[in-house]
């Protein structure tokens, strides 16, 4: 089995809110892998003292060890008690109804010798290759599906000048819209206090004698298709298995090195945090 997987933050002055992680337990009957992207709030109150890398490290541990101990439970169920257990942990001193509570996005998958599980909640990734090299992208498309007039805002926002004060205003604004969609009906879901948000992930499983590897990646890492085009997901699984996770992390970084202002690939932050976990089973 080949295992690897890089995570960097987007900034060397922030930590790193992404986690990646891979569990195989000693019974050698399979395995799990974790990644999640955590949510960084506008500035202002968050109702919680906890840092996003204090959530996500919380939050995937729990993942991480209820994928392999707890078996009889389905991704979904497994999502809802890891979210319950991590929002009991700051319940009592932090505000979990606030809409910045600490939150991220969600890849979860579990093999074993018999089948591969998925679970996907908002903008990260799951690559999933067949015994016959196909490639399939497991995505959860409700970031991709906001309403007409919130995209017109983001339009307009990148076409303003980065540092300008118009942009700043606009950003901010376009920032409040896409919140009040956030874990709300018809808009997007992340995992953050709410256990019932486990049920709206994207799912499924195979038969394991049809999957030969499977890659997760975080938006950041992402941007190599979504952002910068050099590819499609197809792609972007040949360059992980030729040349590894640090290698796709490290072009994404070319890339947004090369336009800084986003004049021709426009994007919200000019780096991201970047995580990739790539698995041979």
């Known amino acids: 089995m080949r295992i690897e997987l890089t995570t960097e933050p987007g900034d060397s002055d922030r930590p790193d809110e992404d986690y990646a992680s891979v569990a195989l337990p000693a019974s050698g ?40 101990s707890r078996r009889d439970l389905t991704l979904s169920e497994i999502l809802a008690a890891a979210i319950a257990r991590t929002a009991d942990t700051h319940r009592d001193t932090c505000d ?18 018999e089948r591969v599980e998925h679970l996907v909640l908002s903008d990260s990734a799951l690559l999933v290759a067949d015994a016959d090299g196909e490639v399939e992208a497991v995505l959860d498309p409700r970031l991709d599906q906001l309403p007409d007039a919130v995209r017109r805002q983001r339009d307009a926002v990148r076409a303003l000048p980065r540092g300008s004060a118009e942009r700043q205003a606009e950003g901010r604004r376009y920032a409040a819209a896409v919140e009040a969609l ?24 195979r038969p394991r004698s049809a999957v030969t590897a499977l890659a997760a990646l ?9 952002t910068f085009r050099e590819g499609d997901w197809a792609d972007c699984f040949t360059l992980l298995r030729k040349s590894g996770p640090q290698a796709l992390v490290d072009r994404v970084r070319e890339l947004e090195r090369a336009d800084p202002e986003g004049a021709l690939f426009p994007r919200g932050k000019r780096h991201d945090d970047a995580a990739v976990v790539y698995a041979e089973l």
Do not use: K
């Not at 956030?182 to 499983?205: I, K, S, W, Y």
């Not at 975080?218 to 979504?226: H, I, K, N, Y």
């Open 218 to 226: 975080t938006d950041g890492a992402g941007r190599w298709v979504e």
């Open 96 to 113: 979990l109804s606030h809409p910045r509570t600490p939150q991220a996005t969600v890849v979860l998958a579990r093999w074993d010798a």
């Open 29 to 68: 009957q399979g395995g799990s892998l974790v990644l999640l992207d955590g949510v960084t709030p506008p500035s202002g109150d968050a109702g919680c003292s906890h840092t996003v890398p204090w959530f996500t490290a919380r939050l995937g541990g729990a993942l991480g060890e209820l994928s392999v």
């Open 182 to 205: 956030r874990n709300a009906e018809g808009g997007f879901f992340t995992a953050a206090a709410d256990p019932a948000v486990a049920a709206l992930a994207v799912t499924g499983e």
